[in-house]
Protein backbone atom coordinates (compact mmCIF):
# COMPACT_ATOMS: atom_id res chain seq x y z
CA UNK A 1 0.00 0.00 0.00
CA UNK A 2 1.06 3.62 -0.74
CA UNK A 3 4.12 2.39 -3.59
CA UNK A 4 4.14 3.97 -6.80
CA UNK A 5 6.09 3.30 -9.99
CA UNK A 6 9.60 4.48 -9.45
CA UNK A 7 13.41 3.40 -9.23
CA UNK A 8 13.41 -0.29 -7.97
CA UNK A 9 12.93 -0.36 -4.04
CA UNK A 10 12.24 -2.59 -0.93
CA UNK A 11 9.10 -1.42 1.02
CA UNK A 12 9.89 -3.76 4.62
CA UNK A 13 11.73 -6.56 5.18
CA UNK A 14 10.28 -8.77 8.44
CA UNK A 15 11.84 -11.12 10.60
CA UNK A 16 8.96 -13.56 13.02
CA UNK A 17 10.46 -14.69 16.17
CA UNK A 18 6.77 -15.99 17.17
CA UNK A 19 6.07 -18.92 14.91
CA UNK A 20 6.99 -22.54 14.60
CA UNK A 21 10.52 -22.68 12.16
CA UNK A 22 11.86 -19.72 11.10
CA UNK A 23 10.03 -17.38 8.61
CA UNK A 24 10.77 -13.77 6.56
CA UNK A 25 8.64 -11.59 4.72
CA UNK A 26 9.88 -8.99 2.08
CA UNK A 27 7.86 -6.46 -0.26
CA UNK A 28 9.71 -4.73 -2.89
CA UNK A 29 8.94 -2.96 -6.60
CA UNK A 30 11.31 -3.83 -9.36
CA UNK A 31 11.39 -3.00 -13.22
CA UNK A 32 10.51 -6.39 -14.56
CA UNK A 33 7.38 -7.16 -16.22
CA UNK A 34 5.01 -9.91 -13.92
CA UNK A 35 5.60 -13.12 -16.13
CA UNK A 36 9.41 -12.34 -16.08
CA UNK A 37 9.16 -11.79 -12.34
CA UNK A 38 7.94 -15.56 -12.12
CA UNK A 39 10.23 -16.99 -14.44
CA UNK A 40 13.21 -15.82 -12.09
CA UNK A 41 11.42 -16.84 -8.78
CA UNK A 42 10.87 -20.63 -9.98
CA UNK A 43 14.31 -21.05 -11.72
CA UNK A 44 15.80 -20.87 -7.61
CA UNK A 45 19.42 -22.09 -8.73
CA UNK A 46 19.96 -19.16 -10.78
CA UNK A 47 19.39 -16.83 -7.59
CA UNK A 48 19.93 -18.69 -4.46
CA UNK A 49 23.49 -19.37 -4.30
CA UNK A 50 22.85 -22.29 -1.55
CA UNK A 51 20.69 -24.11 -4.04
CA UNK A 52 22.87 -27.01 -5.11
CA UNK A 53 19.55 -29.14 -7.12
CA UNK A 54 15.85 -28.41 -7.70
CA UNK A 55 14.12 -31.02 -9.97
CA UNK A 56 10.68 -31.39 -11.00
CA UNK A 57 9.23 -34.87 -10.11
CA UNK A 58 5.73 -34.27 -11.58
CA UNK A 59 4.10 -31.48 -13.47
CA UNK A 60 0.40 -31.07 -14.54
CA UNK A 61 -1.96 -27.94 -15.81
CA UNK A 62 -4.56 -26.67 -14.47
CA UNK A 63 -7.98 -25.80 -15.76
CA UNK A 64 -7.64 -21.90 -15.05
CA UNK A 65 -4.31 -21.84 -16.53
CA UNK A 66 -2.85 -22.49 -13.45
CA UNK A 67 0.23 -25.41 -12.53
CA UNK A 68 1.08 -27.92 -10.12
CA UNK A 69 4.52 -29.15 -9.64
CA UNK A 70 6.30 -31.82 -7.43
CA UNK A 71 9.62 -30.55 -6.81
CA UNK A 72 12.47 -32.13 -4.83
CA UNK A 73 15.31 -29.28 -4.07
CA UNK A 74 18.49 -30.22 -2.17
CA UNK A 75 20.10 -27.20 -0.44
CA UNK A 76 24.15 -27.20 0.37
CA UNK A 77 25.11 -26.99 4.32
CA UNK A 78 27.01 -23.62 5.13
CA UNK A 79 29.52 -25.43 7.13
CA UNK A 80 31.33 -29.18 7.21
CA UNK A 81 29.74 -29.37 11.19
CA UNK A 82 26.41 -30.96 9.98
CA UNK A 83 24.71 -32.55 6.83
CA UNK A 84 22.96 -30.79 4.03
CA UNK A 85 19.25 -30.05 3.51
CA UNK A 86 16.45 -31.18 1.03
CA UNK A 87 12.97 -30.49 0.36
CA UNK A 88 9.71 -32.55 -1.47
CA UNK A 89 7.89 -29.74 -1.76
CA UNK A 90 4.07 -29.20 -3.98
CA UNK A 91 4.48 -25.89 -6.00
CA UNK A 92 1.04 -24.09 -7.32
CA UNK A 93 1.28 -21.24 -9.86
CA UNK A 94 -1.49 -19.50 -11.26
CA UNK A 95 -2.69 -16.35 -13.23
CA UNK A 96 -5.09 -13.76 -11.68
CA UNK A 97 -7.51 -12.03 -13.33
CA UNK A 98 -6.11 -8.79 -12.77
CA UNK A 99 -2.67 -9.65 -14.18
CA UNK A 100 -1.08 -10.72 -10.68
CA UNK A 101 0.50 -14.14 -10.44
CA UNK A 102 0.57 -16.49 -7.62
CA UNK A 103 2.77 -18.97 -6.25
CA UNK A 104 2.33 -21.12 -3.48
CA UNK A 105 4.71 -24.11 -2.01
CA UNK A 106 4.82 -26.04 0.63
CA UNK A 107 6.25 -29.31 1.80
CA UNK A 108 4.50 -32.79 0.89
CA UNK A 109 4.46 -35.40 3.69
CA UNK A 110 3.14 -38.28 1.30
CA UNK A 111 -0.36 -38.51 2.25
CA UNK A 112 -2.05 -36.63 -0.58
CA UNK A 113 -1.47 -39.37 -3.04
CA UNK A 114 1.40 -37.77 -5.30
CA UNK A 115 4.29 -38.96 -6.09
CA UNK A 116 7.32 -38.02 -3.37
CA UNK A 117 11.56 -37.89 -3.01
CA UNK A 118 12.69 -41.10 -1.09
CA UNK A 119 15.05 -40.35 1.92
CA UNK A 120 18.38 -39.52 0.38
CA UNK A 121 21.93 -40.14 1.84
CA UNK A 122 23.95 -37.15 3.11
CA UNK A 123 20.80 -35.33 3.35
CA UNK A 124 18.03 -34.24 6.46
CA UNK A 125 15.00 -33.94 5.31
CA UNK A 126 13.71 -30.50 6.16
CA UNK A 127 10.16 -28.95 6.15
CA UNK A 128 8.88 -25.83 4.18
CA UNK A 129 5.78 -24.53 5.51
CA UNK A 130 3.52 -22.69 3.35
CA UNK A 131 5.69 -20.10 1.49
CA UNK A 132 5.47 -18.19 -1.99
CA UNK A 133 5.35 -15.30 -3.85
CA UNK A 134 2.70 -12.78 -4.72
CA UNK A 135 3.67 -10.34 -8.40
CA UNK A 136 1.39 -7.58 -8.89
CA UNK A 137 1.74 -5.71 -12.17
CA UNK A 138 2.27 -2.17 -11.37
CA UNK A 139 1.20 1.28 -13.25
CA UNK A 140 3.41 1.85 -16.27
CA UNK A 141 5.89 -0.59 -15.75
CA UNK A 142 7.75 -3.37 -12.99
CA UNK A 143 5.95 -5.26 -10.73
CA UNK A 144 5.44 -4.70 -6.73
CA UNK A 145 6.64 -8.05 -5.17
CA UNK A 146 5.84 -9.75 -1.52
CA UNK A 147 7.48 -12.70 -0.62
CA UNK A 148 7.40 -14.96 2.23
CA UNK A 149 9.65 -17.97 3.44
CA UNK A 150 8.59 -19.75 6.10
CA UNK A 151 10.86 -23.20 7.09
CA UNK A 152 11.72 -26.29 9.58
CA UNK A 153 15.41 -26.61 9.04
CA UNK A 154 15.28 -29.46 11.62
CA UNK A 155 17.97 -28.01 14.30
CA UNK A 156 17.92 -30.99 16.62
CA UNK A 157 20.03 -32.70 13.91
CA UNK A 158 22.95 -30.23 14.42
CA UNK A 159 24.99 -30.23 17.26
CA UNK A 160 23.48 -27.65 19.63
CA UNK A 161 26.46 -24.76 19.50
CA UNK A 162 25.10 -24.71 15.81
CA UNK A 163 21.07 -24.35 16.59
CA UNK A 164 20.93 -20.62 16.00
CA UNK A 165 22.37 -21.44 12.65
CA UNK A 166 19.02 -23.09 12.04
CA UNK A 167 17.00 -21.24 14.22
CA UNK A 168 17.31 -17.92 12.91
CA UNK A 169 15.02 -16.18 10.58
CA UNK A 170 17.32 -13.53 10.13
CA UNK A 171 20.15 -15.53 8.42
CA UNK A 172 16.71 -16.85 6.99
CA UNK A 173 15.99 -13.10 5.29
CA UNK A 174 19.92 -12.75 4.09
CA UNK A 175 19.85 -16.02 2.56
CA UNK A 176 17.23 -16.50 0.53
CA UNK A 177 14.41 -13.48 0.92
CA UNK A 178 16.63 -10.35 0.82
CA UNK A 179 18.42 -12.41 -2.12
CA UNK A 180 15.74 -12.96 -4.33
CA UNK A 181 14.83 -9.59 -4.03
CA UNK A 182 18.44 -8.63 -4.75
CA UNK A 183 18.89 -10.39 -7.56
CA UNK A 184 15.65 -9.53 -9.32
CA UNK A 185 16.53 -5.94 -8.51
CA UNK A 186 19.78 -6.69 -10.61
CA UNK A 187 18.27 -7.67 -13.50
CA UNK A 188 16.05 -4.58 -13.97
CA UNK A 189 19.09 -2.39 -13.51
CA UNK A 190 21.58 -4.84 -16.05
CA UNK A 191 19.98 -3.11 -19.18
CA UNK A 192 20.40 0.60 -18.23
CA UNK A 193 24.39 -0.79 -17.27
CA UNK A 194 27.00 0.54 -20.60
CA UNK A 195 29.48 -1.97 -20.21
CA UNK A 196 33.18 -0.43 -22.02
CA UNK A 197 34.11 -2.35 -25.11
CA UNK A 198 36.23 -5.24 -23.97
CA UNK A 199 34.99 -5.63 -20.28
CA UNK A 200 33.46 -8.58 -19.42
CA UNK A 201 30.07 -8.66 -19.62
CA UNK A 202 27.64 -9.09 -17.30
CA UNK A 203 25.95 -12.12 -18.13
CA UNK A 204 29.83 -13.96 -18.16
CA UNK A 205 31.20 -12.60 -14.91
CA UNK A 206 27.17 -13.55 -13.03
CA UNK A 207 28.66 -16.79 -14.68
CA UNK A 208 31.92 -17.04 -13.39
CA UNK A 209 30.86 -15.38 -9.82
CA UNK A 210 27.91 -18.60 -9.93
CA UNK A 211 30.93 -20.84 -10.49
CA UNK A 212 33.08 -19.77 -7.99
CA UNK A 213 30.04 -19.99 -5.39
CA UNK A 214 29.03 -23.52 -6.21
CA UNK A 215 32.83 -24.59 -6.39
CA UNK A 216 33.41 -23.27 -2.71
CA UNK A 217 29.83 -24.89 -1.62
CA UNK A 218 30.84 -28.16 -3.43
CA UNK A 219 34.08 -28.35 -1.52
CA UNK A 220 32.77 -27.39 2.31
CA UNK A 221 29.79 -30.13 1.13
CA UNK A 222 32.01 -33.15 -0.49
CA UNK A 223 28.96 -35.22 -1.89
CA UNK A 224 29.38 -38.83 -2.88
CA UNK A 225 27.79 -38.24 -6.60
CA UNK A 226 29.88 -35.40 -7.29
CA UNK A 227 32.84 -38.09 -6.87
CA UNK A 228 34.35 -36.83 -3.45
CA UNK A 229 35.51 -40.27 -1.14
CA UNK A 230 37.45 -39.31 1.81
CA UNK A 231 40.47 -39.77 2.98
CA UNK A 232 41.44 -41.14 6.55
CA UNK A 233 42.70 -38.75 9.17
CA UNK A 234 45.61 -39.03 11.54
CA UNK A 235 43.92 -39.84 14.17
CA UNK A 236 42.66 -35.78 14.57
CA UNK A 237 39.38 -35.02 13.30
CA UNK A 238 40.19 -31.01 13.36
CA UNK A 239 40.96 -31.14 9.87
CA UNK A 240 38.92 -33.06 6.71
CA UNK A 241 40.58 -34.19 3.78
CA UNK A 242 38.17 -35.48 0.44
CA UNK A 243 39.92 -36.32 -2.80
CA UNK A 244 38.28 -36.16 -6.38
CA UNK A 245 39.79 -38.46 -8.83
CA UNK A 246 40.29 -36.91 -12.32
CA UNK A 247 37.58 -34.97 -12.45
CA UNK A 248 35.93 -34.15 -16.15
CA UNK A 249 38.73 -36.53 -17.49
CA UNK A 250 41.72 -34.39 -16.39
CA UNK A 251 45.11 -36.37 -15.85
CA UNK A 252 45.47 -34.63 -12.16
CA UNK A 253 43.10 -35.37 -8.72
CA UNK A 254 41.84 -32.83 -6.75
CA UNK A 255 42.23 -32.99 -3.06
CA UNK A 256 40.42 -30.86 -0.51
CA UNK A 257 41.24 -29.68 2.98
CA UNK A 258 38.40 -28.20 4.96
CA UNK A 259 37.28 -27.65 8.49
CA UNK A 260 34.94 -25.61 10.91
CA UNK A 261 35.51 -23.82 13.73
CA UNK A 262 33.89 -21.05 16.37
CA UNK A 263 34.80 -17.27 16.78
CA UNK A 264 33.79 -14.86 19.24
CA UNK A 265 33.16 -11.38 19.57
CA UNK A 266 34.31 -10.83 15.48
CA UNK A 267 31.97 -8.99 12.66
CA UNK A 268 31.90 -11.79 9.64
CA UNK A 269 32.27 -8.51 7.39
CA UNK A 270 35.41 -6.75 9.22
CA UNK A 271 37.32 -10.35 9.47
CA UNK A 272 36.83 -11.03 5.97
CA UNK A 273 37.81 -7.66 4.52
CA UNK A 274 41.04 -7.82 6.81
CA UNK A 275 41.76 -11.71 5.30
CA UNK A 276 40.80 -9.73 1.68
CA UNK A 277 43.26 -6.94 2.35
CA UNK A 278 46.04 -8.59 4.51
CA UNK A 279 46.48 -11.82 2.71
CA UNK A 280 50.07 -12.31 4.02
CA UNK A 281 48.97 -12.20 7.58
CA UNK A 282 46.94 -15.63 7.12
CA UNK A 283 49.09 -17.21 4.04
CA UNK A 284 51.55 -19.84 5.57
CA UNK A 285 54.71 -19.56 3.53
CA UNK A 286 57.78 -21.71 5.33
CA UNK A 287 59.20 -24.20 3.15
CA UNK A 288 57.19 -27.33 3.93
CA UNK A 289 54.46 -25.99 2.49
CA UNK A 290 55.50 -23.86 -0.84
CA UNK A 291 55.24 -27.17 -2.24
CA UNK A 292 51.47 -26.94 -1.97
CA UNK A 293 51.40 -23.23 -3.81
CA UNK A 294 52.38 -24.94 -7.07
CA UNK A 295 49.34 -26.84 -6.93
CA UNK A 296 46.94 -23.87 -5.49
CA UNK A 297 48.93 -20.66 -6.27
CA UNK A 298 46.35 -18.96 -4.74
CA UNK A 299 47.31 -19.83 -1.02
CA UNK A 300 50.36 -18.09 -0.36
CA UNK A 301 50.19 -15.03 -1.39
CA UNK A 302 51.10 -16.46 -4.15
CA UNK A 303 55.04 -15.35 -4.63
CA UNK A 304 54.67 -12.06 -4.37
CA UNK A 305 52.77 -8.41 -3.80
CA UNK A 306 49.70 -7.96 -5.54
CA UNK A 307 50.02 -5.85 -8.72
CA UNK A 308 47.08 -4.50 -8.84
CA UNK A 309 43.44 -5.48 -8.96
CA UNK A 310 40.30 -5.37 -11.78
CA UNK A 311 36.87 -5.50 -10.27
CA UNK A 312 34.66 -7.34 -12.91
CA UNK A 313 31.72 -7.45 -11.67
CA UNK A 314 29.38 -4.40 -13.11
CA UNK A 315 29.00 -2.02 -10.61
CA UNK A 316 25.51 -1.36 -8.93
CA UNK A 317 24.36 0.43 -6.28
CA UNK A 318 25.34 -0.77 -3.33
CA UNK A 319 22.60 -1.09 -1.98
CA UNK A 320 21.59 -3.52 -4.08
CA UNK A 321 24.43 -6.45 -3.58
CA UNK A 322 27.36 -6.50 -1.10
CA UNK A 323 29.40 -8.27 -3.45
CA UNK A 324 32.03 -8.05 -6.07
CA UNK A 325 34.29 -10.10 -8.31
CA UNK A 326 38.16 -8.99 -9.02
CA UNK A 327 40.71 -10.37 -10.67
CA UNK A 328 44.13 -10.06 -9.18
CA UNK A 329 47.38 -9.86 -10.40
CA UNK A 330 50.58 -10.72 -8.32
CA UNK A 331 54.21 -10.41 -9.69
CA UNK A 332 56.41 -13.11 -9.56
CA UNK A 333 60.20 -12.88 -7.71
CA UNK A 334 62.42 -11.63 -9.96
CA UNK A 335 65.88 -13.35 -9.82
CA UNK A 336 68.82 -11.53 -11.47
CA UNK A 337 67.54 -10.73 -14.70
CA UNK A 338 64.72 -13.57 -14.94
CA UNK A 339 61.02 -12.68 -13.98
CA UNK A 340 58.96 -15.80 -13.34
CA UNK A 341 55.05 -15.47 -14.71
CA UNK A 342 52.93 -13.18 -12.83
CA UNK A 343 49.72 -15.33 -11.17
CA UNK A 344 45.84 -14.29 -11.49
CA UNK A 345 43.30 -15.15 -8.79
CA UNK A 346 39.95 -15.00 -9.50
CA UNK A 347 38.08 -13.76 -6.39
CA UNK A 348 34.29 -13.10 -5.22
CA UNK A 349 34.12 -10.98 -1.95
CA UNK A 350 30.15 -10.95 -0.10
CA UNK A 351 29.49 -9.41 2.65
CA UNK A 352 32.43 -7.05 3.65
CA UNK A 353 30.25 -4.02 4.52
CA UNK A 354 27.30 -5.85 5.68
CA UNK A 355 26.75 -4.89 9.16
CA UNK A 356 23.33 -6.60 9.64
CA UNK A 357 22.15 -9.14 12.33
CA UNK A 358 22.36 -12.10 10.68
CA UNK A 359 24.89 -11.63 7.93
CA UNK A 360 27.29 -13.51 6.78
CA UNK A 361 30.60 -12.54 4.68
CA UNK A 362 32.69 -15.12 2.57
CA UNK A 363 36.22 -14.86 0.47
CA UNK A 364 36.19 -17.21 -2.25
CA UNK A 365 39.24 -17.49 -4.67
CA UNK A 366 40.53 -19.72 -7.55
CA UNK A 367 44.10 -19.24 -9.86
CA UNK A 368 42.91 -18.62 -13.29
CA UNK A 369 44.94 -17.79 -16.20
CA UNK A 370 44.66 -14.41 -17.74
CA UNK A 371 41.97 -15.33 -20.68
CA UNK A 372 39.35 -16.37 -18.17
CA UNK A 373 38.03 -19.11 -20.50
CA UNK A 374 34.88 -20.40 -20.05
CA UNK A 375 35.94 -24.35 -19.95
CA UNK A 376 38.59 -23.47 -17.53
CA UNK A 377 38.62 -25.93 -14.01
CA UNK A 378 37.86 -23.54 -11.07
CA UNK A 379 39.14 -24.91 -7.95
CA UNK A 380 37.88 -22.71 -5.23
CA UNK A 381 39.22 -22.26 -2.01
CA UNK A 382 38.57 -19.35 0.75
CA UNK A 383 36.65 -18.67 4.09
CA UNK A 384 32.93 -18.21 5.24
CA UNK A 385 32.12 -16.43 8.37
CA UNK A 386 28.24 -17.02 9.89
CA UNK A 387 26.84 -15.42 12.52
CA UNK A 388 25.22 -17.88 15.09
CA UNK A 389 23.84 -15.09 17.64
CA UNK A 390 23.52 -11.66 18.82
CA UNK A 391 22.74 -10.40 21.82
CA UNK A 392 20.85 -7.81 20.12
CA UNK A 393 18.38 -10.85 18.76
CA UNK A 394 17.98 -12.22 22.38
CA UNK A 395 14.83 -11.27 24.48
CA UNK A 396 12.06 -9.50 23.89
CA UNK A 397 8.64 -10.96 23.35
CA UNK A 398 8.04 -13.97 21.07
CA UNK A 399 6.07 -11.81 18.42
CA UNK A 400 8.69 -9.45 17.95
CA UNK A 401 9.92 -8.74 14.82
CA UNK A 402 12.97 -7.21 13.30
CA UNK A 403 13.18 -4.80 10.30
CA UNK A 404 16.09 -5.51 7.81
CA UNK A 405 14.96 -3.22 5.18
CA UNK A 406 17.89 -1.07 5.72
CA UNK A 407 19.83 -4.21 4.48
CA UNK A 408 18.69 -3.75 1.07
CA UNK A 409 18.46 0.12 1.17
CA UNK A 410 20.89 1.79 3.74
CA UNK A 411 23.21 -0.94 3.68
CA UNK A 412 26.02 0.02 6.87
CA UNK A 413 23.99 0.46 9.86
CA UNK A 414 21.90 -2.68 9.29
CA UNK A 415 19.38 -3.86 11.28
CA UNK A 416 16.96 -1.05 13.14
CA UNK A 417 16.33 -2.16 16.75
CA UNK A 418 14.95 -0.06 19.66
CA UNK A 419 18.82 -1.81 21.34
CA UNK A 420 21.15 -1.23 18.36
CA UNK A 421 23.90 -2.54 20.82
CA UNK A 422 27.73 -3.12 19.64
CA UNK A 423 28.44 -6.71 18.36
CA UNK A 424 29.53 -8.09 21.35
CA UNK A 425 28.85 -11.23 22.71
CA UNK A 426 28.66 -12.38 19.12
CA UNK A 427 29.70 -15.97 18.32
CA UNK A 428 30.33 -17.01 14.57
CA UNK A 429 31.29 -20.27 12.97
CA UNK A 430 34.46 -19.88 10.43
CA UNK A 431 34.81 -22.71 7.77
CA UNK A 432 37.89 -23.09 5.65
CA UNK A 433 38.27 -24.82 2.65
CA UNK A 434 41.02 -25.09 0.15
CA UNK A 435 41.56 -27.23 -2.60
CA UNK A 436 44.98 -28.54 -4.26
CA UNK A 437 45.52 -30.44 -7.49
CA UNK A 438 47.81 -33.25 -7.22
CA UNK A 439 49.14 -37.03 -8.87
CA UNK A 440 47.30 -40.00 -7.24
CA UNK A 441 51.22 -41.44 -6.16
CA UNK A 442 51.45 -38.57 -4.20
CA UNK A 443 48.35 -38.29 -2.37
CA UNK A 444 49.23 -39.54 1.30
CA UNK A 445 52.12 -36.98 1.11
CA UNK A 446 49.82 -33.98 -0.08
CA UNK A 447 46.80 -34.48 2.17
CA UNK A 448 49.45 -34.59 5.40
CA UNK A 449 50.57 -31.28 4.01
CA UNK A 450 47.14 -29.93 3.38
CA UNK A 451 46.44 -30.93 6.85
CA UNK A 452 49.20 -29.35 8.30
CA UNK A 453 48.85 -25.78 6.19
CA UNK A 454 44.64 -25.61 7.11
CA UNK A 455 45.72 -25.87 10.72
CA UNK A 456 48.32 -23.08 10.44
CA UNK A 457 45.65 -20.92 8.35
CA UNK A 458 43.12 -21.35 11.08
CA UNK A 459 45.28 -20.81 13.66
CA UNK A 460 46.18 -17.49 12.06
CA UNK A 461 42.95 -16.47 11.57
CA UNK A 462 42.03 -17.02 15.08
CA UNK A 463 44.36 -14.63 16.67
CA UNK A 464 43.31 -11.93 14.10
CA UNK A 465 39.85 -12.61 14.87
CA UNK A 466 40.88 -11.74 18.56
CA UNK A 467 42.84 -8.63 17.21
CA UNK A 468 39.69 -7.47 15.20
CA UNK A 469 36.99 -8.22 18.79
CA UNK A 470 34.87 -5.00 19.58
CA UNK A 471 35.92 -5.72 23.00
CA UNK A 472 39.36 -4.89 21.89
CA UNK A 473 38.85 -2.16 19.24
CA UNK A 474 37.32 -0.09 21.05
CA UNK A 475 40.08 -0.14 24.16
CA UNK A 476 42.12 2.93 22.84
CA UNK A 477 44.98 1.02 22.24
CA UNK A 478 43.53 -1.51 20.25
CA UNK A 479 44.96 -0.97 16.94
CA UNK A 480 48.56 -1.29 18.35
CA UNK A 481 47.64 -4.83 19.99
CA UNK A 482 46.22 -5.40 16.91
CA UNK A 483 49.49 -4.17 14.81
CA UNK A 484 51.85 -5.79 17.71
CA UNK A 485 50.34 -8.92 17.05
CA UNK A 486 51.25 -9.16 13.24
CA UNK A 487 54.81 -10.39 12.62
CA UNK A 488 54.88 -8.33 9.26
CA UNK A 489 53.91 -4.80 11.12
CA UNK A 490 56.80 -5.33 13.87
CA UNK A 491 59.48 -6.29 10.95
CA UNK A 492 58.28 -3.67 8.69
CA UNK A 493 58.29 -0.72 11.43
CA UNK A 494 61.96 -2.15 12.24
CA UNK A 495 63.42 -1.87 9.11
CA UNK A 496 62.08 1.68 9.07
CA UNK A 497 63.87 2.52 11.93
CA UNK A 498 66.83 0.48 11.05
CA UNK A 499 66.45 2.67 7.33
CA UNK A 500 66.49 6.21 9.02
CA UNK A 501 69.27 5.69 11.54
CA UNK A 502 71.35 4.68 7.92
CA UNK A 503 70.32 7.14 5.24
CA UNK A 504 70.09 10.40 8.06
CA UNK A 505 72.56 9.04 10.33
CA UNK A 506 70.05 9.53 13.43
CA UNK A 507 67.35 7.93 15.02
CA UNK A 508 63.84 8.19 13.90
CA UNK A 509 63.00 7.17 18.11
CA UNK A 510 65.36 6.58 21.23
CA UNK A 511 64.87 3.18 22.92
CA UNK A 512 67.70 1.22 24.71
CA UNK A 513 67.04 -2.04 23.07
CA UNK A 514 66.57 -4.03 20.02
CA UNK A 515 63.13 -5.45 20.84
CA UNK A 516 60.88 -4.84 18.08
CA UNK A 517 57.64 -4.10 20.31
CA UNK A 518 59.44 -1.31 21.93
CA UNK A 519 59.98 0.21 18.48
CA UNK A 520 56.51 0.20 17.24
CA UNK A 521 55.53 1.53 20.41
CA UNK A 522 57.66 4.64 20.17
CA UNK A 523 56.96 4.91 16.42
CA UNK A 524 52.98 3.82 17.06
CA UNK A 525 52.34 6.92 19.71
CA UNK A 526 55.12 9.25 17.61
CA UNK A 527 53.62 13.39 17.60
CA UNK A 528 54.43 13.32 13.77
CA UNK A 529 52.68 11.35 11.28
CA UNK A 530 54.78 8.60 9.62
CA UNK A 531 53.16 6.40 6.98
CA UNK A 532 55.05 3.69 4.52
CA UNK A 533 54.23 2.62 0.70
CA UNK A 534 55.71 0.05 -1.09
CA UNK A 535 57.86 1.03 -4.17
CA UNK A 536 55.43 0.27 -6.70
CA UNK A 537 53.95 2.27 -10.39
CA UNK A 538 51.29 3.32 -8.12
CA UNK A 539 52.08 2.87 -4.75
CA UNK A 540 50.00 1.06 -1.99
CA UNK A 541 50.03 2.63 1.90
CA UNK A 542 51.78 -0.52 3.89
CA UNK A 543 51.86 1.12 7.65
CA UNK A 544 50.77 4.57 9.28
CA UNK A 545 51.21 5.08 12.77
CA UNK A 546 48.42 6.89 15.00
CA UNK A 547 48.94 10.30 13.60
CA UNK A 548 49.66 8.89 10.20
CA UNK A 549 46.55 7.51 10.21
CA UNK A 550 44.47 10.63 11.99
CA UNK A 551 45.96 12.75 9.19
CA UNK A 552 45.04 10.45 6.38
CA UNK A 553 41.85 10.07 8.22
CA UNK A 554 41.67 5.69 8.24
CA UNK A 555 41.67 3.35 9.73
CA UNK A 556 44.85 0.64 9.87
CA UNK A 557 42.02 -2.59 8.12
CA UNK A 558 41.32 0.11 5.55
CA UNK A 559 44.88 1.90 4.65
CA UNK A 560 45.96 -0.07 1.86
CA UNK A 561 42.52 1.34 0.00
CA UNK A 562 43.44 4.11 0.95
CA UNK A 563 44.71 6.14 -2.93
CA UNK A 564 48.04 7.43 -2.59
CA UNK A 565 47.59 10.01 -5.42
CA UNK A 566 44.29 11.53 -3.62
CA UNK A 567 46.26 12.23 -0.64
CA UNK A 568 48.45 14.54 -2.85
CA UNK A 569 47.64 18.00 -4.30
CA UNK A 570 48.81 18.85 -7.37
CA UNK A 571 51.76 19.91 -7.17
CA UNK A 572 53.31 17.06 -5.00
CA UNK A 573 51.64 15.10 -7.26
CA UNK A 574 54.37 16.39 -10.26
CA UNK A 575 57.53 16.48 -7.79
CA UNK A 576 56.63 13.04 -6.36
CA UNK A 577 58.70 11.19 -8.84
CA UNK A 578 61.83 12.85 -8.95
CA UNK A 579 61.20 13.07 -5.01
CA UNK A 580 61.17 9.16 -5.29
CA UNK A 581 64.31 9.01 -7.22
CA UNK A 582 66.00 11.05 -5.19
CA UNK A 583 65.06 8.82 -2.55
CA UNK A 584 65.67 5.50 -4.28
CA UNK A 585 69.17 7.29 -4.98
CA UNK A 586 70.60 9.34 -2.19
CA UNK A 587 68.83 7.40 0.59
CA UNK A 588 66.62 10.31 1.82
CA UNK A 589 64.88 13.64 0.84
CA UNK A 590 63.83 16.51 2.55
CA UNK A 591 60.68 17.93 1.76
CA UNK A 592 59.43 21.77 2.49
CA UNK A 593 55.98 22.58 3.98
CA UNK A 594 53.30 21.79 1.52
CA UNK A 595 49.39 20.75 1.77
CA UNK A 596 48.10 17.38 1.51
CA UNK A 597 44.62 15.74 1.39
CA UNK A 598 43.01 12.91 3.77
CA UNK A 599 41.13 10.43 2.58
CA UNK A 600 38.11 12.12 2.80
CA UNK A 601 39.52 15.03 0.91
CA UNK A 602 40.07 17.26 3.64
CA UNK A 603 43.10 19.01 3.23
CA UNK A 604 45.76 19.15 5.22
CA UNK A 605 49.21 20.73 5.86
CA UNK A 606 52.79 20.15 7.73
CA UNK A 607 55.96 22.75 8.47
CA UNK A 608 58.18 19.93 6.49
CA UNK A 609 58.09 16.30 5.47
CA UNK A 610 61.19 13.76 5.38
CA UNK A 611 61.14 10.41 3.08
CA UNK A 612 63.77 7.56 3.26
CA UNK A 613 64.06 4.50 1.53
CA UNK A 614 63.40 1.44 3.55
CA UNK A 615 65.14 -1.86 3.33
CA UNK A 616 65.09 -5.46 5.40
CA UNK A 617 67.91 -7.24 6.43
CA UNK A 618 68.77 -8.06 3.05
CA UNK A 619 68.86 -4.69 1.83
CA UNK A 620 65.93 -5.36 -0.46
CA UNK A 621 63.87 -2.58 -0.88
CA UNK A 622 61.18 -2.69 0.66
CA UNK A 623 59.08 0.67 0.29
CA UNK A 624 59.29 4.75 1.25
CA UNK A 625 58.91 6.24 4.37
CA UNK A 626 57.85 9.72 5.39
CA UNK A 627 57.21 11.68 8.01
CA UNK A 628 55.08 14.83 8.12
CA UNK A 629 56.46 17.23 11.07
CA UNK A 630 53.74 19.50 12.65
CA UNK A 631 50.69 19.14 10.67
CA UNK A 632 47.25 19.79 11.21
CA UNK A 633 44.18 20.06 9.49
CA UNK A 634 43.01 23.72 6.98
CA UNK A 635 39.26 23.42 7.62
Not at 194 to 209: D, F, I, M
Not at 532 to 560: D, H, R, Y
Amino acid sequence: PGMKPGPDMTGMVNISHGCPGVAARACGLVGLEPARVVEVLKDRPSWHRDCRQLATLYATNTNNNGKIEVLYMQMYAPTTLAPARDFCTLRYTSLLEDGSYVICERSLNGTLGVPTAPPMQSFVRAEMHPSGYLIRPCEGSGSVIIIVDHMDLEPWTVPEVLRPLYESSAILAHKITIEAMRHLQQLAQQAAIEVPGGVQQPPAVWSLSQRLARGFNDAVNGFADDGWTSVSNEGLDDVTVIVKSNPKGRELSVLCAKASMLLQNVPPGLLVRFLREHRSEWADNNSETNALRFSNLGISGPCGDVYNSQILQPQFPADQRDEFLELLKFEGPQHGTLSSMDTFLLQLCSGIEESAAGASAQIVFAPIDASISDDVLLLPSGFRVIPLENSSLGGGTPTRTLDLASTLEIGLGGCKHANDNPMLNLRSVLTIAFQFTFESHIQEKVATMARQYVRSVASSVQQIAMALSPCCMDAPSAPLRKMAGSPKGLALVHWMCQSYRFNLGMDLVRVNSENNEENFKLVWHHCDAIMCCSCKSIPIFTFANQAGLEMLETTSVALPEVSWEKTLDEDEIKNMGSVFNQVLQQGYACLPAGIGRSSLGRPTSYDRAIAWKVTDEDELITGVAFLYHNWSFLL
